[in-house]
């Protein structure tokens, strides 16, 4: 009985606690006795910066912006667009290529881009995109858009100086369905590969031809375009160079 009271009294004295009722738990009631968490250390230093990634894919053409003013020798039922092409020392990166629009007919760019290795010759062209376009299954709605193309000069070749001075006439129409997308008119002359060094001109004309009598089409766009490139690699991918050079002129009705 003593035992058993003592027992007793031991639970009902102030300040006194229980066990826990698992053995691997702590019961601490002094908050002196707690844990406290320590304030957080200071950032480090940023890492060095990693290596640049490749160079990704080129983006689509932008949109063409507003005509800007005519020059001063052009009157006020003219427009022109000049188009400047110039890279040298193997630096065309951003510089390839030059946009131009042909009023109520389309848009289109010229481009003067380097071989990068055995299966790619690179891009030196014309391209043009109608508005009035045809798809795989319709024709185009309004009209035929063609661009004709007078080409002066190409490939420079020591053993056959006149290939140089060779000129041609070429078609490029949109007129029947299964004709999707643009046309392009190719400055390189030769049919394997790229011209290692050429010097040639282009002149020609993008026009429309109405499927109906009826029909008001725009005014066409002449242009003349002046090229020059140097993708020889005797000594070394430094040397190569373009320059291009051109202007479209509209007149309008």
Request: net charge positive.
């Amino acid at each position: 009985m003593l035992i058993a009271g003592l027992g007793l009294a031991g639970l009902l004295l102030p300040g006194a606690q229980s066990a826990p009722s698992d053995p691997g738990q702590v019961v601490i009631d002094n908050a002196a006795e707690k844990l406290k968490r320590g304030k957080r250390g200071r950032v480090g230093p940023p890492g060095v910066p990693g290596p640049q990634g490749e160079k990704g894919i080129e983006g689509p053409p932008g949109r063409l912006g507003d005509q800007g003013a005519t020059g001063s020798d052009a009157g006020a039922a003219v427009t022109k667009r000049f188009i400047s092409i110039n890279w040298e020392n193997n630096n065309y990166s951003g510089k390839v290529r030059q946009n131009f629009v042909a009023p109520g007919i389309g848009e289109g760019y010229v481009k003067c881009r380097p071989p990068t290795g055995a299966l790619d010759t690179g891009e030196q062209l014309i391209q043009f995109f109608p508005y009035d376009a045809s798809t795989k299954q319709q024709p185009p709605k309004k009209w035929a858009t063609t661009m004709w193309t007078l080409r002066a000069g190409g490939k420079d070749d020591a053993d056959n100086p006149s290939r140089s001075r060779d000129t041609g006439i070429r078609t490029a129409r949109i007129d029947r369905a299964n004709q999707e997308g643009g046309f392009y008119e190719s400055m390189n002359g030769t049919q394997v590969g790229t011209d290692p060094v050429s010097t040639g001109t282009f002149t020609g004309m993008i026009s429309t031809e109405p499927f109906s009598p009826g029909t008001q089409p725009p005014a066409p766009t002449s242009f003349q375009l002046s090229w020059h490139w140097n993708f020889d690699t005797t000594n070394g991918e430094g040397s190569r160079r373009c320059f291009v050079a051109g202007v479209f002129v509209t007149e309008k009705g």
